[in-house]
């Protein structure tokens, strides 16, 4: 005749034998959470993930528009790119341009597709 454990929570109390989820203090993580700790690798930015998205944007000096534009010409970024003043990116596209106001400016130049600073505005809006 065997003799049964008796009680209700005896010996492994209800835990079953050995193993991680028998012992104390045992946690197992969910499997959800493996997952959603995978996902920035899997977009592809893991270490890099405060990288910008934003374009670079390539600053140009009023001197260097006087030095290579005539008088009534037109100045965008394919034709700032064309005199190799600024490269073009490798994504090809064309470029951000912002135009700062180092050096001065004689000439009456058309501006488009450029950022411009404020004080590069006034010397500009001046001739």
Same mark, same amino acid.
């Given at each position: 005749?065997?003799?049964?454990?008796?009680?209700?929570?005896?010996?492994? *109390?209800?835990?079953?034998?050995?193993?991680?989820?028998?012992?104390?203090?045992?946690?197992? !993580?969910?499997? #959800?959470? +493996?997952?959603?700790?995978?996902?920035?690798?899997?977009?592809?930015?893991?270490?890099?993930?405060?990288? *910008?998205?934003?374009?670079?944007?390539?600053?140009?000096?009023?001197?260097?528009?006087?030095?290579?534009?005539? +008088?009534?010409?037109? /100045? =965008?970024? *394919? =034709? #700032?790119?064309?005199?190799?003043?600024? !490269? !073009?990116?490798? *994504?090809?596209?064309?470029? !951000? /341009?912002?135009?700062?106001?180092?050096?001065?400016? =004689?000439?009456? #130049?058309?501006?488009?597709?450029?950022?411009?600073? #404020?004080?590069?505005?006034?010397?500009? /809006?001046?001739?």
């Amino acid at each position: 005749m065997t003799v049964g454990r008796g009680g209700k929570r005896g010996k492994t *109390s209800g835990r079953g034998t050995k193993g991680q989820k028998a012992r104390a203090g045992h946690k197992i !993580r969910p499997e #959800l959470r +493996d997952f959603i700790k995978r996902l920035p690798k899997l977009r592809g930015r893991g270490k890099n993930s405060f990288q *910008s998205f934003q374009k670079e944007v390539f600053p140009v000096k009023l001197g260097d528009l006087e030095k290579s534009y005539k +008088d009534g010409e037109k /100045v =965008t970024p *394919s =034709t #700032l790119s064309e005199r190799g003043i600024i !490269r !073009r990116t490798i *994504s090809g596209g064309s470029p !951000r /341009v912002k135009i700062l106001s180092e050096g001065d400016l =004689t000439k009456k #130049l058309i501006i488009k597709g450029c950022a411009i600073s #404020l004080i590069a505005r006034e010397k500009i /809006v001046e001739k």
